[in-house]
C-alpha cells in the first residue's frame, strides 16, 4: 500500500473554492505546471514564497509515493505588461539598459533564478520549458482558437473573443468574476480601440520592426499574448487535462483565467483539476514587489546589508520562515519573525543530528503509552501534510517530535522503552520529513562542523582551566561564549553540551 493510499491527500481547490480529495487522473502519475519567473531581473523573496510553496508541494506528493512530472516554466518571451497587450515588454526594456540583447537578458537571469533554487534547496522540476522554445506550439494554438471560432484579427493581432467565449463556455470562474463587473473593470484601460470587447485579451500581438524580440507568424511579425505561454506548455507536456497547476494568488486572473479561457477554446476541455493558489509574502501588511520598493532579494538577506533588516539571515531560516504558515494565509516578513524561525530550524537541526546518533538498544520494558504516542506523532505528520499541504501544523507535530527526541537524550525516558518497529517508523520520519518534504537542510555544513570544532575545543580547555582551579579562566570562556549567543550547559561531571541561540 502506498502512503498516498493509507494518508488520501485534500487539496483546496481554487476553482470550486472548496477543499476536494485530491484524485490524479491516472496513479500513480501526476501532472503538476507552476508558472515560473520571468526572467528580466533577480527573483525576490516574495516569489520564492511561491516557488517554495510549489516546491513542498512537489516533494510530499513525491513522498507519498505519486510518480510526478512537474513543469514550471521560464517565461524568457517579453509579453506587455498589461491585458490589452500594450504597455512595455519588461525584457526589452531591460535589455536596452544594460546594452545586452534580450536573450543575454534571459540567460543572466535565469542563471541567478537558479542559483538561488540552488541555495534555497528548491528542487528542479522535472519539466523547464521555455516560452521562447514554444513559439511553433504557440502559433498553432491560436490558429486553433480561430478554426474554432473564439478569436478574431486585427492589424496583424489576434484577441480572444470573450464574448463569443462565452455563448457556449464559462468565463470568470476561476476567479469569482461575472462579464458585467470584468466589462466595467476594464473599461476604463488604455487604448481598446482595437478589441471588440473591452474585456477581450490579446493571444498574439503584432509589433513594430523596432521591438528586437519578435517572431514571424501567419498574421506577421509579433509575440505570444502573456497568457498563451502557460497553456500551451501545460498541456504540451501533461496533456490536454492534468491534475494540477499552481501559482501566487495575483496570477489567478486575468492569467489564469485566461489560460483556462484558451485551452477551453482550443481543446474544449477544462485544462486543470485542482486549482492551487498561493498567498503573498507582504512587509507591513503590503505585496511585496519590485514595483512597491519593498522588496527584499535573497543576497540581501544574506548579506543583512538590507535598510530593514538588523541581522544577516542564513538561506535556511528564511525558508523554515517561509513554511511556518500554510501558504493560503499571506505572510509578514519582519526581523521579529526572521528571529524566530532562525531559532525554530536550528532547533530541528539539533534535534535531527541527535537523533542521527541513536541506536535502537534492544528492547527492554515496554512503555506503551509513549509507544503509542510516538506512533501517532508519525501518523500525524501525514495527516496533516495530506491535509492541503498544511507545512505549519507539520512543523508543530516536528517539534512536538524534537520535544521527545530531547527527552530520550537527556534520559527521561529510554530507547528500549518503544519497539523497534516504532523506533525505526518515527527516526525516518523524522529525517524525512525535515529533509525531503521540507527540504531543510544543514545552511553550510563545513561552517558548522567548523564551529562545532572550535566550541568543543574551548569547552576542553575550560575543562582543564577547572580541574587546575583557574575559576577565572574557565568563567571567562562560559561568559565570553555567553556573550556571542554560545550557551554551555554544565552537567554533573564537566560541560556536556551547548546550545546556539
Ligand atoms: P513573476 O516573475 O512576476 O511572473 O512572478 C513569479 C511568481 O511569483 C508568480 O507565481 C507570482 O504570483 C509570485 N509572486 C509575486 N509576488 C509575490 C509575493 N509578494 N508573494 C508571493 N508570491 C509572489
Ligand atoms: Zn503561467
Redesign the pocket.
Known sequence: MELYEKYPLSISNSLSGKKEKFEPLNPPFVGMYS????VYNE?HL??L???TVFDVVFRYLTHVGYNVRYARNI?DAGHLTNDAGEGVDRIEERARLEQLEPMEIVQKYTFSFHEVCRIFNILPPTIEPTATGHIVEQIEMVKKIIENGYAYEVNGSIYFDVNKFTEKYKYGELSGRNIEELMEGTRALDRQDEKRNPIDFAIWKAVSPNHIQRWPSPWGEGIPGWHLECSVMGTKYLGKQFDIHG?????KFPHHECEIAQSVGAYGITPVRYWMH?????VNGE???KSKGNSFLPRELFNGTHPLLTKAYSPMAVRFFMLQSHYSSTLDFSNEALSAAEKGYRKLMNALDTLNEFKYPGKGKLNENLNTELNKLVAACYQTMSDDFNTAKTLAVLFEMTSRINDFKSGNHSLDSIEETTYNAFKSTFIGFIQEVMGLQEDNVQDSDLLDGIIQMLIGIRKKAREDKNFALSDKIRDDLKAMGVQLKDGKDGTIDYEIE
Open positions: 508558472c515560473g519567473p520571468t527573483v516574495g516569489n514564497r511561491t516557488f517565461t501559482g501566487g494568488m495575483d496570477l498561493s498567498n503573498m509574502l507582504t505585496k511585496m514587489s
